[in-house]
């Protein structure tokens, strides 16, 4: 028995004065009918299989329409999606054409040959993929979703630290704005930051804008660290003592934190790595328990893959990657909207600090 539902997303019609440059030189599509019909539930059984485990039988009619007409979309706009980790199941799953970290996710924005890159992630990701590869369209459903460790820091910010410490290079983390990529030597992300640290062959180096993430690579290197005071909203909330009494309930569960946490909270680990280094060592180990110390939509995403393991889940979500929703990306699709653009002296600018992380190999 088919259910009868039928969405409407007609709100999403747009004048023709708020087309976005996008739009006009591609053109804008009719929004497709949402209906959970016996045509959708055939054509989206496959990717059902994938998520069952996660979404209960009675959300996928919800979810069905909009992964059907995503896909069929991106067929016709010649257009992939390329979704971080903590993007929810359904978009991680069954809308996504590649998944992956930060460093992942710069590498094929930068190599793909689509006409349109849709970026399921924030909206740093997005610039970054901008940067590598100027000439596409570069989409963010939406421009909103930020960041709280790129928010706390500018260009101005940098210019000021440089003033401060004289010939002394700068790292910055990629959770930055282009504003901020335009003024440091070369970028790091959460799987490279110490190799990044190291290949500069000096004493000491500023690293920003994390300041648990600088923590975490000081003890990794004889490379004096001066650290920005930025965190990340989600990453800070945890603490080692509430990791302790996970631990002291079942000594065996396997903890693994994302670097971005505080040091002590890193200490307590049996694991530290960036997000596509903690999918690979659940998927390695095949840990009877684990607790992924991170945004919790991760975690879904890993039980989809592997459900041997447990999952022990304190849910700490991040509110910038949730904005982006499958009704977000369809209208995307549809209106090419919102469109990623850097101001071309800027970009080349920030290109080099990422081009000399991605040279490093
Ligand atoms: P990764 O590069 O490890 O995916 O981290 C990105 C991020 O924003 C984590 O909060
Ligand atoms: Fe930024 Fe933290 Fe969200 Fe990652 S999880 S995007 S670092 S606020």
Request: aromatic share 6%; charged share 25%.
């Amino acid at each position: 028995m088919q259910a009868q539902l039928q969405l409407d997303l007609t709100r999403g019609a747009l004048a023709p004065a708020s087309l976005s440059d996008a739009a006009r030189r591609f053109g804008v599509l009719p929004m497709p009918v949402l209906a959970w019909t016996p045509e959708v539930e055939r054509e989206t059984a496959h990717l059902y299989e994938k998520v069952k485990r996660v979404i209960p039988p009675v959300e996928w009619p919800f979810h069905a329409p909009y992964v059907k007409a995503i896909n069929d979309l991106k067929r016709q706009r010649n257009a992939v999606i390329l979704a971080h980790n903590y993007q929810t199941p359904e978009i991680y799953n069954c809308v996504a054409d590649v998944v992956g970290d930060s460093l992942q996710l710069a590498k094929l924005a930068g190599a793909s040959d689509a006409d349109i890159i849709i970026q399921g992630g924030v909206h740093f990701m997005a610039e970054t993929s901008k940067l590598l590869n100027p000439s596409k369209t570069v989409l963010i459903p939406d421009s909103k979703a930020g960041c709280s460790l790129a928010e706390s820091i500018t260009g101005a910010d940098v210019r000021a630290l440089r003033a401060q410490y004289p010939g002394v290079p700068v790292v910055a983390y990629v959770n930055t704005s282009a504003d901020v990529k335009a003024e440091v030597d070369i970028c790091c992300t959460s799987s490279n930051a110490v190799r990044v640290v190291e290949s500069l062959g000096v004493e000491r180096v500023i690293f920003l804008p994390d300041r648990y993430l600088a923590q975490n690579v000081a003890a990794q290197t004889k490379v004096k660290i001066i650290a920005w005071t930025g965190a990340c909203e989600v990453h800070e909330r945890f603490t080692a003592d509430e990791l302790m009494r996970y631990r002291a309930e079942d000594p065996g569960i396997k903890i693994i934190a994302h670097p971005e946490c505080p040091r002590e909270v890193v200490e307590v680990a049996d694991f530290s790595g960036s997000t596509a280094m903690m999918i690979d060592y659940v998927k390695n180990n095949h840990p009877r328990r684990v607790l992924l110390v991170t945004e919790c939509s991760m975690a879904d995403n890993v039980a989809a893959e592997t459900p041997e393991v447990e999952f022990v889940r304190p849910c700490n979500l991040c509110p910038h990657m949730k904005r982006i929703t499958l009704p977000k990306i369809l209208e995307s699709l549809v209106y090419l909207r919102e469109e990623v653009t850097i101001d071309p002296a800027l970009a080349a600018r920030a290109r080099l600090s990422v081009q000399r992380m991605i040279d490093l190999g």
